[in-house]
């Protein structure tokens, strides 16, 4: 039967790929469906949970939207809601269902699709992204379920590489994303809420205490803030071609002065930029402080998000119960949502100018096919921007993963053996997803490890440990996120790569040409296991620092005179940093380590060969909720269904003889001819060479002269 029940889904998880993926426009009530479906469904509704501040903080709703039982924009109204979704597999190590995670240090990251409700372009953006991530956890959850698969392609239309990486950033992040943060101005297609704009409303350098947090979106993307530790965020807009970073309000913009973050900022901008890519008539995007490139703004929410918790100078509440904002609108607000302690506000908040349109054509949104090569002719404002989200998902924390080992003329792959959400993920767990067996002989002197280094920019140095299994005595070594890992853990390993290698990751400079997955920046060290007897059990690690040399650099006196004062710099550059609020925490550290590899030395077979094994689990904490999460975080708005329950209905009744059993057989025919239509229009999936990098030109980052690309007032154009 399970023969059976693999063809079904190949047939029913084909159908909806060969329809065609062209991006499409959707309303409020499409857009809420579409959340509803992410998060319905037996994987999705463990990665990912839907809720709306009203549910979770009490907070008033603003004007009607139309009813998302239906997809009308004609439907009765209903009030709009403020929905927000998050993505993760639950935590760094196994917890149960809703237990609230204390000291959690899962790295978080945030996504506002507007603010602005006629820039229309980052809701999409964020939405697909949402739904790729999860795509990709769910196809490796099927794939680790039947191990005798050997690829993914009866649900994953793009390449391996692209699969399991996604899937690792859902097992180890925690995304938050707010597609339609001013609800109200996303459904009437309009920029403000209720005259007054979200973008000028945030608790940083305002025009006066009264005039900050007066939006219900502005209350949303605050009341999210002050329950998260988030290090990245994005701010999508629209009405001009630009991506800004800090600092952008009036008080800073003194003398063209940097932040004390700026050279991190800017070469997280200059990634994104080359990653975006150009398409039609779209450049790369140029890049530069919101102060040079686009515009300053009081109250803006992008230097809210990054120095709220810190540059008192312009805080609304420099001490507890002293100040804040005070709107009359709703009811009010209290004063003590604006006052924030030392961590929880120090995100790098990167403003996207997403399109000099702020609705452009809907033939400009792209195509979801090679949707990871910025030098795609389906490029588009939904697939570049996307690209951009899985970079700042990405760079939020350094990681090391392996990629392979060889042992004379054969080979074990180990990517597709990395952490996947719904992997169990114990302090002992990881000892059996990256182990391998290799026979006791000469080619035990040139054992090749080969391995990655991702979530940064620029490797300062980077090589192996390895020892006996058994002289590891910390237990928290064979953790699958192992963060609290440092060196002294693994002092007794006897033996460390003598050489420090050094060099780039998928997202540097000097990697901006386009290359192929199988291309991509690896490390690789030979080392000699001859020493080691039938039996033994070799565990190695992979360590690196990154970030440290370049992120640390202030070319001049930055505007306050301070170190780095952002969590994502100083998570990787500052051992004594040291942050928590509401359960969450960033900690400093310069090393950062692998999961290990086993190896067991064996007396005959394969020069080395994979003996990795997977325990699945259906237990786990998606857990953002500051209240209780009995039952939050499901449909605001009804059950609206989803594509897996439909498909598993579908295969039950298939298998019991529900189902005239030609049925299958019509849909296989239907399918074969949807795919010979694609092959004669030469459009081929799951191309094996695209990739996550920029190409074609140099990106422009700008200087003092302002990058308008639409002229005329303020409050259309840019932020």
């Not at 009359?328 to 403003?351: C, E, I, Q």
């Not at 090749?448 to 070594?477: H, I, M, Q, R």
Request: negative net charge; hydrophobic residues 35%.
């Amino acid at each position: 039967m399970r023969m059976h029940h693999d063809f079904v889904l190949l047939l029913l998880s084909l159908y909806p790929l060969a329809l065609g993926s062209k991006y499409k426009y959707k309303n409020y009530p499409e857009m809420v469906n579409a959340m509803t479906e992410l998060s319905a469904g037996p994987t999705n509704s463990k990665l990912n949970t839907l809720k709306t501040t009203q549910v979770e903080f009490g907070l008033p709703t603003v004007g009607t939207c139309p009813d998302p039982a239906s997809s009308s924009t004609s439907s009765p109204k209903v009030k709009c809601l403020n929905y927000y979704m998050t993505l993760t597999s639950g935590g760094y190590e196994e917890q149960g269902n809703n237990v609230k995670i204390t000291n959690d240090p899962l790295p978080e990251v945030f996504f506002s699709g507007e603010v602005h409700g006629n820039e229309q372009v980052g809701p999409h953006a964020v939405l697909e992204a949402a739904r790729i991530l999860l795509l990709a956890s769910e196809c490796v959850q099927l794939r680790r379920e039947n191990p005798q698969q050997e690829d993914a392609s009866e649900c994953w239309p793009y390449d391996d590489y692209s699969l399991f990486w996604l899937s690792r950033l859902v097992a180890t992040r925690r995304s938050v994303i707010s597609p339609m943060s001013n609800a109200m101005g996303f459904s009437d297609i309009v920029r403000v809420e209720n005259r007054i704009d979200p973008n000028r409303d945030f608790a940083y350098d305002p025009k006066s205490p009264n005039t900050c947090m007066q939006t219900i979106a502005a209350r949303h993307i605050n009341e999210i803030f002050r329950s998260h530790l988030f290090q990245l965020a994005i701010t999508f807009h629209g009405g001009m071609t630009a991506i800004a970073y800090e600092w952008g309000s009036p008080g800073r913009n003194v003398g063209n002065k940097k932040s004390p973050d700026d050279s991190a900022q800017r070469e997280i901008a200059h990634g994104m930029s080359e990653i975006g890519g150009t398409f039609a008539s779209e450049v790369k995007y140029p890049y530069g402080t919101m102060n040079n490139v686009v515009y300053e703004v009081h109250g803006g929410m992008e230097d809210w998000g990054y120095a709220g918790s810190w540059d008192t100078q312009y805080a609304v509440s420099p001490k507890a119960g002293e100040g804040g904002c005070t709107p009359s609108t709703y009811g009010g607000y209290s004063t003590d949502k604006t006052f924030y302690n030392g961590a929880v506000l120090r995100a790098f908040n990167v403003l996207v100018e997403a399109s000099r349109i702020k609705k452009p054509a809907e033939s400009h949104l792209g195509d979801s096919e090679d949707l990871f090569n910025p030098a795609s002719a389906n490029n588009g404002h939904v697939p570049r921007n996307v690209r951009l989200v899985l970079l700042m998902i990405d760079v939020v924390e350094p990681y090391l993963r392996f990629a392979s080992v060889r042992a004379g003329s054969d080979e074990v792959e180990l990517l597709s053996h990395d952490l996947a959400p719904l992997t169990t993920q114990t302090a002992s767990s990881c000892l059996s997803t990256h182990a391998v067996e290799a026979k006791k002989g000469d080619e035990l002197k040139t054992f090749t490890v080969e391995w990655e280094v991702g979530g940064g920019f620029s490797v300062d140095n980077t090589n192996l440990f390895y020892g006996k299994l058994s002289e590891v005595k910390d237990a928290g070594a064979f953790s699958c996120n192992p963060r609290e890992l440092d060196s002294s853990s693994l002092d007794a390993l006897t033996t460390k790569t003598s050489h420090k290698l050094d060099g780039k990751t998928r997202w540097s400079d000097s990697n901006a040409a386009e290359y192929s997955h199988t291309a991509r920046p690896t490390f690789t060290e030979t080392i000699d296991l001859s020493r080691f007897e039938v039996n033994d059990e070799i565990v190695i690690f992979a360590r690196c620092t990154i970030d440290k040399k370049e992120w640390t650099k202030q070319e001049t006196t930055p505007l306050p005179d301070l170190p780095p004062q952002s969590h994502v710099v100083n998570a990787r550059t500052n051992e004594d940093w040291d942050m928590a609020s509401g359960g969450k925490m960033v900690k400093g550290r310069l090393d950062w380590f692998s999961v290990p590899i086993v190896v067991k030395i064996v007396a005959g077979g394969a020069s080395v060969e994979d003996a990795s094994s997977y325990t699945m689990r259906d237990s786990f904490d998606n857990n953002d909720c500051t209240v209780d999460c009995d039952g939050e975080g499901k449909s605001q708005g009804g059950d609206y269904g989803s594509d897996d329950d439909l498909q598993d209905g579908l295969i039950d009744d298939i298998l019991s003889g529900g189902i005239d059993p030609l049925i299958p057989v019509a849909c296989l025919l239907m399918v074969i001819g949807l795919y010979c239509m694609c092959c004669a229009k030469g459009k081929m999936r799951g191309t094996a060479n695209s990739a996550l990098v920029g190409s074609g030109g140099a990106g422009v980052e700008m200087g003092t002269t302002k990058y308008l690309e639409v002229a005329g007032e303020e409050d259309e154009t840019g932020i």
